[in-house]
């Protein structure tokens, strides 16, 4: 695994990732390869350690072990605004936003790519109107709706519009018909995609390749109509359900035995 | 809300200079109008007594004031971001009370040939800093990101803990030093020499330049750690070098004028409700304001109740509370 030779089409590599937090493991050993183009997508209950895999893509933490390479090139060969240029990523964290509006927000992501005015304005103008936010450009950020403040943050994102998309949960507290938008407009540009889900319905609609982790480590990965099988659900969701097409039909949730295997209630 | 700035600096920087020439030329000295311009243009026929008033007192003071108001207002608004907190001010990290007790204890205790050789400005400056160091110590453990609630938790323990060393000196001390070093805590900018401009204003400049320069990674720390750090923004540098300006605006500050609250947590409000939150434009705003308000408020200290001065601190806290507070209420609604 170690020497799996980095192909040119693969955008983004992790080898043997591992990433700890004081003594605690939250990822071990991870490896996984998007190729150029693909949305991939990491699936997994509570506290499996996804967020944390992402948050060595994004530099908010840094490996123990194991390398990750964009095209090729390492991450510690990258200076931290270099590798914002290249791989973008909508985080979950709260900040202080009293005095800045929407139009301010998109601004703030666009400085890493100094553009020169026009089309920095172009860029911003078109992605607050994307995300349906072009009326609300200018009022206080700090009076948006959750699915509005995530809807700007999404924004941010797509007029950077890096070569590699890393999405934490990006569907969160966004209705339904932006889920749809957003996910489509990601997907329409064809950028290289690694994103956290919840919502197994927008994995299959949407991934070409899904790892699903448990307890730090992918344990299963492959095309999402194949890992999210009934047995999988069952056993790392800990649900009773199927997937019919697209449409994934839920009976219930399992309750694990004292015998460490998993009985339905009832 | 950008499209008010071109109108706002101009009026600001205006209004500026023109509380600074008020602050010149009123004071407890009564100063004919011919006088004063004579003394201004430093022509020859000025009377010397007066012109020594205004050249060697008042102008030294108004620039001392207004480079100390413009570096607390500056170190709030970097605190405020830095640590994405709206109740953060200069002083949050204990520097006040650090300062405070170290001022108050070479007043009181130390002999006069240590407080003489040092002076109380430079004790009280050390002061300021040991309680960073204190507070960055309990703040911090190695190998984890610095969590901005127990930086502010941390600078309230050790505020605390100055406080009450400061309260068993007073409490101890003899009649007539406590009197002394209640003075110097209640701030005051009378008595400040030309001398003690430069380091101040270097500082402020220094800071300005500094901060100016990294208005975008500013503005990035805002929308969160995490943003700023997928932004490319290395926040723990950014994070360190707030509070290094931090340390020394607000160190020097209190070692000129003594402990000034409140300027740097209010103004850089007042500031964001006029112009927004991108430092790129809130920052000389905030700068210019923190000047033009302390030169006004050491203005009314001086002439209010002349002859007699008023502490600038606790004026300052008097008349500005209620008129900040109805000013922020009222743009509240308007935003």
């Given at each position: 695994m170690l020497f799996e030779p980095i192909t040119s089409d693969a955008a983004l590599t992790l080898q043997d990732l591992t990433v700890a937090i004081g003594n605690t493991p939250y990822v071990q050993g991870a490896s996984l390869t998007v190729p150029k183009g693909e949305i991939h997508g990491l699936l997994g209950p509570n506290g499996a350690g996804k967020t944390t895999l992402l948050r060595t893509l994004y530099r908010a933490t840094t490996a123990q072990a194991g390398t990750i390479h964009a095209f090729g090139r390492r991450i510690e060969d990258h200076s931290p605004r270099e590798w914002a240029t290249k791989v973008g990523a909508l985080v979950q964290s709260s900040g202080l936003l009293a005095g800045l509006t929407p139009r301010d927000i998109v601004e703030i992501g666009l400085f890493v790519l100094q553009l020169d005015r026009s089309e920095h304005t172009d860029r911003r103008d078109a992605a607050l109107a994307l995300v349906g936010l072009a009326d609300k450009a200018t009022q206080p950020a700090?009076?948006?709706?959750?699915?509005?403040?995530?809807?700007?943050?999404?924004?941010?994102?797509?007029?950077?519009?890096?070569?590699?998309?890393?999405?934490?949960?990006?569907?969160?507290?966004?209705?339904?018909?932006?889920?749809?938008?957003?996910?489509?407009?990601?997907?329409?540009r064809g950028r290289t995609v690694l994103m956290t889900l919840h919502d197994l319905s927008l994995a299959i609609r949407y991934c070409d390749q899904v790892y699903l982790m448990t307890q730090g480590r992918i344990v299963e990965q492959g095309p999402p109509d194949q890992v999210l099988t009934r047995d999988a659900l069952r056993q790392y969701y800990q649900v009773d359900g199927q997937f019919q097409g697209a449409a994934l039909s839920?009976?219930?949730?399992?309750?694990?035995?004292?015998?460490?295997?998993?009985?339905?209630?009832? | 809300m950008a499209a008010r700035v071109p109108i706002l600096f101009p009026a600001a920087l205006a209004a500026l200079l023109l509380t600074a020439l008020a602050g010149v030329l009123w004071g407890t000295a009564e100063i004919g109008w011919a006088d004063r311009a004579a003394i201004l243009m430093r022509s020859d026929d000025a009377p010397?007594?007066?012109?020594?008033?205004?050249?060697?007192?008042?102008?030294?003071?108004?620039?001392?004031?207004?480079?100390?108001?413009?570096?607390?207002?500056?170190?709030?608004?970097?605190?405020?971001?830095?640590?994405?907190?709206?109740?953060?001010?200069?002083?949050?990290?204990?520097?006040?009370?650090?300062?405070?007790?170290?001022?108050?204890?070479?007043?009181?205790?130390?002999?006069?040939?240590?407080?003489?050789?040092?002076?109380?400005?430079?004790?009280?400056?050390?002061?300021?800093?040991?309680?960073?160091?204190?507070?960055?110590?309990?703040?911090?453990?190695r190998g984890q990101p610095l969590d901005p609630l127990v930086v502010i938790l941390a600078g309230v323990a050790v505020s605390l803990m100055f406080q009450s060393l400061t309260a068993f000196f007073l409490y101890l001390g003899d009649p007539q030093a406590v009197r002394s070093a209640l003075g110097w805590?209640?701030?005051?900018?009378?008595?400040?020499?030309?001398?003690?401009?430069?380091?101040?204003?270097?500082?402020?400049?220094?800071?300005?330049?500094?901060?100016?320069?990294?208005?975008?990674?500013?503005?990035?720390?805002?929308?969160?750690?995490?943003?700023?750090?997928?932004?490319?923004?290395?926040?723990?540098?950014?994070?360190?070098?707030?509070?290094?300006?931090?340390?020394?605006?607000?160190?020097?500050?209190?070692?000129?004028?003594?402990?000034?609250?409140f300027i740097g947590l209010i103004i850089p409000h007042m500031a964001r409700l006029l112009t927004g939150a991108r430092h790129r434009v809130l920052l000389p705003l905030t700068l210019t304001l923190g000047a033009l308000v302390l030169i006004a408020v050491d203005l009314l200290c001086r002439t209010l109740l002349a002859p007699e001065e008023l502490p600038l601190g606790v004026l300052l806290a008097l008349l500005a509370a209620p008129p900040f507070i109805l000013i922020l209420r009222g743009l509240r609604r308007a935003v």
């Amino acid at each position: 695994m170690l020497f799996e030779p980095i192909t040119s089409d693969a955008a983004l590599t992790l080898q043997d990732l591992t990433v700890a937090i004081g003594n605690t493991p939250y990822v071990q050993g991870a490896s996984l390869t998007v190729p150029k183009g693909e949305i991939h997508g990491l699936l997994g209950p509570n506290g499996a350690g996804k967020t944390t895999l992402l948050r060595t893509l994004y530099r908010a933490t840094t490996a123990q072990a194991g390398t990750i390479h964009a095209f090729g090139r390492r991450i510690e060969d990258h200076s931290p605004r270099e590798w914002a240029t290249k791989v973008g990523a909508l985080v979950q964290s709260s900040g202080l936003l009293a005095g800045l509006t929407p139009r301010d927000i998109v601004e703030i992501g666009l400085f890493v790519l100094q553009l020169d005015r026009s089309e920095h304005t172009d860029r911003r103008d078109a992605a607050l109107a994307l995300v349906g936010l072009a009326d609300k450009a200018t009022q206080p950020a700090g009076n948006l709706s959750g699915g509005e403040l995530q809807r700007c943050y999404f924004a941010q994102l797509l007029a950077c519009d890096p070569e590699i998309y890393i999405l934490d949960e990006p569907t969160n507290h966004l209705d339904l018909h932006y889920q749809l938008v957003l996910l489509d407009e990601v997907k329409r540009r064809g950028r290289t995609v690694l994103m956290t889900l919840h919502d197994l319905s927008l994995a299959i609609r949407y991934c070409d390749q899904v790892y699903l982790m448990t307890q730090g480590r992918i344990v299963e990965q492959g095309p999402p109509d194949q890992v999210l099988t009934r047995d999988a659900l069952r056993q790392y969701y800990q649900v009773d359900g199927q997937f019919q097409g697209a449409a994934l039909s839920l009976v219930g949730p399992v309750w694990s035995g004292t015998g460490g295997g998993f009985s339905t209630r009832n | 809300m950008a499209a008010r700035v071109p109108i706002l600096f101009p009026a600001a920087l205006a209004a500026l200079l023109l509380t600074a020439l008020a602050g010149v030329l009123w004071g407890t000295a009564e100063i004919g109008w011919a006088d004063r311009a004579a003394i201004l243009m430093r022509s020859d026929d000025a009377p010397r007594g007066l012109s020594l008033i205004i050249w060697q007192w008042r102008i030294p003071r108004v620039l001392a004031v207004g480079v100390i108001g413009a570096g607390l207002a500056l170190a709030g608004a970097l605190m405020q971001t830095a640590l994405r907190n709206p109740m953060a001010d200069p002083y949050l990290m204990g520097l006040s009370s650090g300062a405070s007790a170290a001022a108050v204890g070479a007043i009181l205790w130390l002999p006069d040939w240590i407080t003489d050789s040092f002076g109380v400005p430079a004790i009280a400056f050390f002061g300021a800093a040991l309680a960073f160091v204190l507070t960055f110590g309990l703040s911090t453990r190695r190998g984890q990101p610095l969590d901005p609630l127990v930086v502010i938790l941390a600078g309230v323990a050790v505020s605390l803990m100055f406080q009450s060393l400061t309260a068993f000196f007073l409490y101890l001390g003899d009649p007539q030093a406590v009197r002394s070093a209640l003075g110097w805590l209640m701030g005051t900018a009378a008595n400040t020499e030309w001398r003690e401009l430069p380091l101040v204003t270097c500082a402020l400049l220094a800071a300005m330049i500094w901060a100016m320069r990294n208005s975008n990674a500013l503005d990035a720390t805002l929308l969160g750690e995490e943003r700023a750090q997928a932004l490319g923004v290395r926040t723990g540098r950014l994070r360190m070098g707030v509070f290094l300006a931090t340390v020394t605006l607000t160190g020097l500050a209190v070692s000129v004028a003594g402990i000034v609250g409140f300027i740097g947590l209010i103004i850089p409000h007042m500031a964001r409700l006029l112009t927004g939150a991108r430092h790129r434009v809130l920052l000389p705003l905030t700068l210019t304001l923190g000047a033009l308000v302390l030169i006004a408020v050491d203005l009314l200290c001086r002439t209010l109740l002349a002859p007699e001065e008023l502490p600038l601190g606790v004026l300052l806290a008097l008349l500005a509370a209620p008129p900040f507070i109805l000013i922020l209420r009222g743009l509240r609604r308007a935003v």
